[in-house]
């Protein structure tokens, strides 16, 4: 009856360490991944991106493709309207595209923009190192009185 027990204690320390271990790594995670595939695009897209406030600059690699038209991608400060990065893409850019920004002077929140007049099997994958969605603040654990 001891071993057995000694073995279910065992068994149970065993799984309780390997969700401690499981949950500190989750929360280390900072890559993100945006991944946009359109068949065919005309018009106008957006998606919204948020950093926190220690970041002064942003990276993001991947690769584009198109089989025809073209598209332009830019980044946007939401607060300044200030075009922080812009460049047209078309079927001969297909490839790995790189973009970095640097001293983004308060832009933190941003937005990624696609425009395009028909294009057609549209592909865009993108990562980042970073968050691109701001922590959330914790509340204030209000102080308990003492008498």
């Known amino acids: 009856m001891i071993k057995k027990s000694r073995k279910l204690g065992a068994i149970f320390g065993i799984i309780l360490l390997s969700m401690l271990y499981l949950c500190s790594c989750s929360s280390n995670i900072s890559e993100s991944i945006i991944q ?8 106008e897209k957006q998606k919204n991106i948020e950093l926190n406030d220690d970041e002064i600059q942003l990276n993001l690699d991947g690769t584009i493709s198109l089989s025809s038209g073209s598209v332009q991608l830019y980044l946007l ?8 990065y812009s460049k047209v893409f078309t079927t001969s850019d297909n490839g790995e595209v790189s973009i970095d920004v640097t001293d983004l002077k308060g832009n933190l929140r941003i937005i990624l923009g696609l425009k395009s007049d028909k294009a057609k099997d549209f592909s865009l994958d993108l990562t980042s190192k970073q968050k ?3 922590d959330k603040e914790k509340p204030e654990v209000p102080s308990v009185p003492t008498e």
């Open 77 to 84: 400060g939401e607060d300044t309207n200030e075009i922080l």
């Open 132 to 134: 691109l969605v701001k």
């Open 36 to 43: 946009i595939k359109l068949s065919e695009f005309s018009g």
